[in-house]
C-alpha cells in the first residue's frame, strides 16, 4: 500500500506532457479572450505562463549573434523581445478566441517536442503546430515557437534579424524592436481605455 501510494504521489507530482501543456495553455486563452473586457495585455499574463517568450527571442537571434552580446545587451533584447511577442501573441489569440481547435500528434525526442493541431475559423482549416522545450526531464514543457500553415514564428523572426542586423547592425534592431513594442503597447492602452479587446494583429513580425 506504501508502494502504490508513493507511486502515485510521484505520478501526481510528474510534469504535464507536451500534449496537456498545449491544450489546458489555449483552453485558458480562449477563457481569457472570451471574458467580458479582455484586452491583449490581460491575455499576455495567461499566454506567458506556457509561451516561453524570452527563449523564442534567443532561438530568433541565432546562437552565433547571442554568444556576442554582452550580458546587458541580452537582458535589454530579451526584455524588448518579451513585451514585443506578449503584445503581439495576444493581440491574435484574441482574433482566434472562437476558433475550434483538433488535437493531433505529440512527438517527443529527449527535451524537444512538437504538439500538431488543426485551427478551424469560420470555414478555414488551418494547421498550427507547437513546438516546446524543457530545460531537463524533471523540468515543465514550455512552448517556444508556433509554426501556422508551416510558417514558423521563430524563422519569420529569424529572417528579419538577420536583415536588419546586416543593415543597421544590433543597435539598429534593438531600436526597431523597441519602436514596434512600444506601438503595440499604445495600441492595447488605447484600447483599454475603451474597453474593449484590441483587433487582431494581421502579422506578428518587427515591420519595416
Same mark, same amino acid.
Given at each position: ?6 507511486? #502515485? &504521489? $510521484? ?5 504535464? *506532457? ?21 484586452? !491583449? ?14 527563449? $523564442?527571442?534567443?532561438? @530568433? ?10 550580458? !546587458?545587451? /541580452?537582458?535589454?533584447?530579451?526584455? &524588448?523581445?518579451?513585451? $514585443?511577442?506578449? @503584445?503581439?501573441? #495576444? ?11 483538433? %488535437? *493531433?500528434?505529440?512527438?517527443?525526442? *529527449? ?5 500538431? &493541431?488543426? $485551427? ?12 516546446? %522545450? ?9 512552448? %517556444? ?29 534593438? &531600436? ?6 512600444? /506601438?503595440?503597447?499604445?495600441?492595447? @492602452?488605447? /484600447?483599454? @481605455? ?9 502579422? /506578428?513580425?518587427?515591420?519595416?
Amino acid at each position: 500500500m506504501i508502494a502504490s501510494l508513493l507511486a #502515485a &504521489t $510521484l505520478l501526481a507530482a510528474a510534469p504535464a *506532457g507536451p500534449l496537456t501543456v498545449v491544450k489546458s495553455g489555449n483552453a485558458d486563452v480562449q477563457k481569457a479572450a472570451n471574458a467580458p473586457g479582455a484586452t !491583449a495585455a490581460s491575455l499576455a499574463t495567461v499566454v506567458e505562463k506556457f509561451v516561453d517568450f524570452g527563449e $523564442l527571442a534567443k532561438r @530568433a537571434l541565432g546562437d552565433k549573434t547571442w554568444a556576442t552580446l554582452t550580458p !546587458a545587451q /541580452q537582458k535589454e533584447f530579451t526584455d &524588448t523581445m518579451t513585451g $514585443l511577442l506578449r @503584445a503581439s501573441y #495576444a493581440q491574435k489569440a484574441i482574433g482566434q478566441a472562437q476558433a475550434e481547435v483538433k %488535437y *493531433g500528434k505529440e512527438a517527443v525526442q *529527449g527535451n524537444e517536442a512538437t504538439v500538431n &493541431t488543426t $485551427l478551424t475559423l469560420k470555414k478555414d482549416q488551418i494547421p498550427v503546430d507547437y513546438r516546446l %522545450y524543457r530545460t531537463s526531464a524533471k523540468s515543465e514543457w514550455r512552448i %517556444y515557437d508556433v509554426v501556422t500553415d508551416e510558417v514558423s514564428l521563430v524563422d519569420t523572426y529569424k529572417g528579419q534579424f538577420r536583415k536588419l542586423l546586416g543593415d543597421k547592425g544590433f543597435d539598429g534592431l534593438l &531600436t526597431t524592436l523597441k519602436s514596434k513594442r512600444a /506601438q503595440l503597447e499604445k495600441e492595447n @492602452a488605447a /484600447q483599454s @481605455a475603451k474597453g474593449g479587446a484590441a483587433a487582431p494583429a494581421p502579422a /506578428q513580425g518587427t515591420g519595416g
